[in-house]
C-alpha cells in the first residue's frame, strides 16, 4: 500500500523561504510521476511541481523561477524548496504520485493519484 507523509509546511511573512518533504513508501514500480499540488480553501486544486523517474521537473507558471523540486535519492524523499513566497501561494500542499507524467504536474492533478494528507502553508503579507 502506498503512503505519503508530508511535512515542513508552516506559516511565514511573504519573501520568506520553506522546504516542505514526502516520505514515500509501498511503491513499488521502477517508473513515477511524483510532485506536488495545492489546494485553499474555496479554490480549485492547483498543480505546483513534478517530478518524473527520469528526473525532469515541471512547474506551474506561478512558481516557476521560485520553487525547485528534487529527489537526490530516487523519489525518497521528495522535497519542495519554495522561496520568495507570496500570500497567493497559501494553501494545503499535497505529495501525490502515479505511474507516468504524461502531461508533467498536470499528471497529478486527476483523483487516481495517491495523495498524503497535506501539509498547511500560510504566507502572510
Known amino acids: 500500500q502506498v503512503q505519503l507523509v508530508e511535512s515542513g509546511g508552516g506559516s511565514v511573512q511573504a519573501g520568506g523561504s520553506l522546504t516542505l518533504s514526502c516520505a514515500a513508501s509501498?511503491?513499488?514500480?521502477?517508473?513515477?510521476?511524483m510532485g506536488w499540488f495545492r489546494q485553499a480553501p474555496g479554490k480549485e486544486r492547483e498543480g505546483v511541481a513534478a517530478?518524473?523517474?527520469?528526473?525532469?521537473?515541471t512547474y506551474a507558471d506561478s512558481v516557476k523561477g521560485r520553487f525547485t523540486i528534487s529527489s537526490p535519492n530516487a523519489k525518497n524523499p521528495l522535497y519542495l524548496q519554495m522561496n520568495s513566497l507570496k500570500p497567493d501561494d497559501t494553501a494545503m500542499y499535497y505529495c501525490?504520485?502515479?505511474?507516468?507524467?504524461?502531461?508533467?504536474?498536470?499528471?497529478?492533478?486527476?483523483?487516481?493519484?495517491?495523495r498524503g494528507q497535506g501539509t498547511q502553508v500560510t504566507v502572510s503579507s
Open positions: 509501498g511503491y513499488t514500480y521502477s517508473t513515477y510521476c
Open positions: 501525490a504520485t502515479k505511474r507516468y507524467c504524461i502531461n508533467g504536474y498536470r499528471s497529478l492533478l486527476v483523483d487516481s493519484v495517491y
Open positions: 517530478v518524473d523517474s527520469g528526473g525532469h521537473p
